[in-house]
């Protein structure tokens, strides 16, 4: 969704803004559902570098960020009755404006016509994280696959980078979730989206990727694991992207592939 898999089709949907005030409200229906599964056809894997928790809070509220992020652009915020908005999203991201340099329009971008049927995989890598308590500063690296080797989208060459800025005023930092404990199978307990507000009292400051703004000191931290995933591609002058060797044919989604971590419920503060 910022996904590596969407960047070469989001440039040609026509978008619009989020909205802000009114205009960002979800309609009745979407705010009437409960529905935590929508039907949606990809899946996001995360990984980290050793000494890094996807589960502690700093990295929960990234992964929250990033996914709610790629669920708007596919989905829009309450746009449509089987897609309700991922909880907290709209109101940790402040229904940014057209112009807001804190954002990439992919972030607040949509098409108005109909929900995203894509089938992908998406695949993250938490890089690199800082956080004081009251501020979260991450980069997240990424890329993705369609079913088609032929619609490669970002991965000619790899851009799929983003940096995540959050802050809360809130004198707790607030529980993380319930660990996934298990990376190869669907834990029950679990729904494509969390059940509860993920985001708490944080807000989501800046949310930038490098696709989008060409800004190539954003991915600069993703070269040694975009290296890692591609051993093949091939990297030019002092620019961070690795570009595809000539004849290079693409990997597919991959049969099994699935969603974790899965949001599985709030901590149990007891």
């Given at each position: 969704?910022?996904?590596?898999?969407?960047?070469?089709?989001?440039?040609?949907?026509?978008?619009?803004?989020?909205?802000?005030?009114?205009?960002?409200s979800?309609?009745?229906?979407?705010r009437?559902?409960?529905?935590?599964?929508?039907?949606?056809?990809?899946?996001?894997?995360?990984?980290?570098?050793?000494?890094?928790?996807l589960?502690?809070?700093?990295?929960?509220?990234?992964?929250?960020?990033v996914?709610?992020?790629?669920?708007?652009?596919?989905?829009?915020?309450?746009?449509?009755?089987?897609?309700?908005?991922?909880?907290?999203?709209?109101e940790?991201?402040?229904?940014?404006?057209?112009?807001?340099?804190?954002?990439?329009p992919?972030?607040?971008?949509r098409?108005?016509?109909?929900?995203?049927?894509?089938?992908?995989?998406?695949?993250?890598?938490?890089?690199?994280?800082?956080?004081?308590?009251?501020?979260?500063?991450?980069?997240?690296?990424g890329?993705?696959l369609?079913?088609?080797?032929?619609?490669?989208?970002?991965?000619?060459?790899?851009?799929?980078?983003?940096?995540?800025?959050?802050?809360?005023?809130?004198?707790?930092?607030?529980?993380p979730?319930?660990?996934d404990?298990?990376?190869s199978?669907?834990?029950?307990?679990?729904?494509?989206?969390?059940?509860?507000?993920?985001?708490?009292?944080?807000t989501?400051?800046?949310?930038?990727?490098?696709?989008?703004?060409?800004d190539e000191?954003?991915?600069?931290?993703?070269?040694?694991?975009?290296?890692?995933?591609?051993?093949?591609?091939?990297?030019?002058?002092?620019?961070?992207?690795?570009?595809?060797?000539?004849?290079?044919?693409?990997?597919?989604?991959?049969?099994?592939?699935?969603q974790?971590?899965?949001?599985?419920?709030?901590?149990?503060?007891?």
């Open positions: 969704m910022a996904r590596a898999t969407r960047s070469a089709v989001l440039a040609s949907i026509a978008v619009m803004l989020v909205g802000c005030g009114g205009q960002g979800p309609p009745d229906a979407a009437a559902t409960s529905n935590l599964d929508p039907p949606v056809q990809y899946t996001t894997e995360w990984t980290a570098p050793a000494g890094t928790d589960f502690d809070r700093s990295g929960e509220l990234v992964r929250a960020a996914e709610a992020g790629d669920y708007a652009i596919g989905f829009g915020i309450g746009k449509f009755a089987h897609y309700p908005p991922f909880p907290g999203y709209l940790a991201i402040g229904a940014p404006y057209d112009g807001d340099g804190r954002y990439s992919y972030y607040y971008a098409s108005t016509k109909k929900p995203d049927a894509a089938v992908w995989a998406q695949y993250y890598n938490l890089t690199q994280v800082d956080s004081d308590g009251k501020t979260v500063d991450a980069t997240v690296c890329y993705g369609g079913i088609d080797s032929t619609e490669n989208f970002n991965l000619s060459p790899i851009k799929d980078a983003i940096h995540v800025q959050l802050s809360t005023t809130a004198d707790s930092a607030g529980l979730g319930t660990r404990a298990d990376a199978s669907h834990d029950p307990r679990a729904h494509f989206l969390p059940s509860w507000n993920v985001f708490g009292d944080w989501i400051d800046g949310m930038v990727h490098a696709a989008y703004t060409d000191s954003i991915a600069a931290p993703c070269h040694d694991w975009w290296a890692a995933q591609f051993p093949t591609f091939i990297h030019k002058d002092a620019s961070p992207y690795l570009y595809p060797p000539d004849g290079y044919v693409f990997p597919t989604v991959p049969d099994n592939h699935l974790y971590p899965e949001w599985i419920g709030p901590s149990d503060p007891s």
